[in-house]
C-alpha cells in the first residue's frame, strides 16, 4: 500500500487570503508528453462518460492473463467545467460477458502526471506490484474487470474530493461504452480506503443526482475523511513530518478553485520555494519537500486565520456536510480510535445515511492504527462486495 496521507493535516491549508487581492494563477502540472492524455478540441460537444479514445496497453507479467485497457473520458471538474479523464481497466482474458466490475479507487498522493495510477503500473517501481497485485489479481481470478481510474483529474487536483467522485462515475459510464470489454450490462461495484475511499463515498453519495442511469450493486470504502473542516478546527499550526502532503493538496485544491483557495498568494519565500518543488511531485517526493515544516514556517503572515471563502472551499469537499445519499448499499469500515481521520464524523455521516433509508452495514477493526484497520477490513470488504455482485439482498446494522 502506498503511504498514507496524515489527513488531520489539511488544518494547514485555510492559510488567509488577502482579502480584494488578485489571486495569482496556480501553478498547473506538466502536461503528460503523451497525446492520448491531451484534451481534444471538441469536448465542450461531449456528454459526461462518453468516450474519447482508447488503447490497449502493453501485458503485465504482474497480471498473467489479463488484457490492459486505457480509456480516455469526458467528466467534469468541481465548478461544472467538462475536463478529460483517464481509468485503465484490468480484464481476464477469460471473462464472460456482462461479468462483475469493479472501479477500485487507489490512493494517489502527488501533483503531476507520472503520479496517475495509469503511469505508475508501468515504472519500474517494483513496491506498487509487491502491495497491489496479490488483491488485484484475487479479483481478476474471480473473472471480475477491475478499473483503477485517475480520480485526480487532468491537473492533478490533489484534495479535491468531489472531483474524484465524479470522474469515478463518469468511468464507470465510459467502461460499458466500450464493446471489446463486453461489461455492457455487468453489475458495478466501487471501493476504496483512505483518500481512495474518499473518491468512493463521493461517488456513492453523488450518484443519484450525477449519474442516475448508473445501477451500481455497492459500495466498499474505508478509512474516509468525511469531513475535512472538522480536521481543520482539531489540527493546531504545529510542524508534522508529513507536512508536505498537506501543502500537496492545498495547492491541488488551489488548481482546482483558483479564484476561491489562492493558497499562493499567502505563501512566504520558503513556502514558494517548496511549492515550486512540488509541482510535479509524487509521494516520496513531496514528503522529503516538506518534512518537518508547518503552516507558520512557509506563511507570509505569523497569525493564520480562517477565510471564509477558502474555507467554503473545504466544505464543499467535506461529506458529513454534503446532503446527497448513496443510492446503493454501503459497507464502511474504520478505526473507533483513528489517528488521522476524525472518527465522530464518520460515525454523523453514516447516521444520516441509515436515518435517510440507505442500507449501511459498518464495521470497527480494533486496532489504533489508520493503516492496520486498512488491511484487516479488506476481507469482510470483499466479501462484501460479493454478495452484492452475485444479487444477495444487502443487510444492514445501522
Request: aromatic share 6%; with cysteine.
Amino acid at each position: 500500500m502506498r503511504i498514507r496521507v496524515p489527513i488531520a493535516a489539511v488544518a494547514a491549508l485555510l492559510v488567509t487570503v488577502a482579502t480584494g487581492s488578485a489571486a495569482a494563477q496556480p501553478l498547473l502540472p506538466t502536461p503528460d508528453p503523451d497525446p492520448f492524455y491531451a484534451t481534444p478540441s471538441d469536448l465542450a460537444g461531449h456528454q459526461p462518460g462518453e468516450v474519447l479514445a482508447t488503447r490497449a496497453m502493453p501485458a503485465l507479467p504482474s497480471f498473467p492473463d489479463t488484457d490492459i485497457t486505457l480509456i480516455k473520458f469526458r467528466s467534469t471538474d468541481s465548478t461544472g467545467h467538462p475536463i478529460a479523464a483517464t481509468t485503465t481497466v484490468l480484464s481476464p482474458r477469460g471473462r464472460k460477458p456482462d461479468a462483475p466490475v469493479l472501479s477500485l479507487q487507489q490512493i494517489i498522493n502527488g501533483l503531476g502526471a507520472q503520479c496517475a495510477v495509469s503511469r505508475v503500473l508501468y515504472t519500474t517501481d517494483p513496491n506498487l506490484m509487491i502491495r497491489e497485485a496479490p488483491a488485484w489479481n484475487t479479483v481478476l481470478k474471480r473473472g471480475w474487470t477491475v478499473a483503477l481510474p485517475d480520480h485526480l483529474g487532468p491537473r492533478f487536483a490533489y484534495g479535491a474530493a468531489k472531483l474524484g467522485g465524479q470522474i469515478t462515475l463518469d468511468g464507470l459510464r465510459a467502461i460499458q461504452r466500450v464493446p471489446d470489454l463486453r461489461v455492457e450490462h455487468s453489475p458495478l461495484a466501487m471501493a476504496g480506503y483512505s483518500g481512495g475511499g474518499m473518491a468512493t463515498a463521493w461517488a456513492a453519495a453523488l450518484a443519484a443526482s450525477y449519474a442516475p442511469d448508473l445501477r451500481i450493486a455497492g459500495a466498499a470504502m474505508g478509512g474516509v475523511p468525511m469531513n475535512l473542516v472538522s480536521m481543520l478546527e482539531t489540527l493546531g499550526m504545529n510542524r508534522h513530518p508529513a507536512f508536505g502532503l498537506a501543502l500537496a493538496a492545498g495547492l491541488g485544491l488551489e488548481r482546482e478553485y483558483p479564484d476561491r483557495f489562492p493558497i499562493s498568494d499567502q505563501l512566504n519565500d520558503r513556502g514558494l520555494a517548496i511549492r515550486d518543488k512540488l509541482l510535479n511531485s509524487c509521494t516520496n517526493d513531496i514528503l522529503a519537500a516538506g518534512a518537518g515544516q508547518g503552516a507558520l514556517d512557509i506563511a507570509k503572515t505569523t497569525v493564520m486565520t480562517d477565510d471564509p471563502q477558502a474555507r467554503s472551499v473545504v466544505a464543499e469537499n467535506s461529506l458529513e456536510l454534503y446532503s446527497g445519499v448513496p443510492n446503493m448499499p454501503v459497507f464502511e469500515w474504520h478505526s473507533p480510535i483513528d489517528g488521522l481521520v476524525p472518527v465522530d464524523a464518520v460515525v454523523n455521516t453514516i447516521h444520516r445515511y441509515c436515518a435517510a433509508g440507505a442500507k449501511v452495514w459498518t464495521e470497527q477493526e480494533p486496532v489504533p492504527d489508520h493503516l492496520t484497520a486498512a488491511v484487516l477490513g479488506v476481507p469482510a470488504a470483499y466479501g462484501w462486495l460479493d454478495a452484492r455482485l452475485r444479487g444477495e439482498p444487502a443487510p444492514t446494522n445501522c
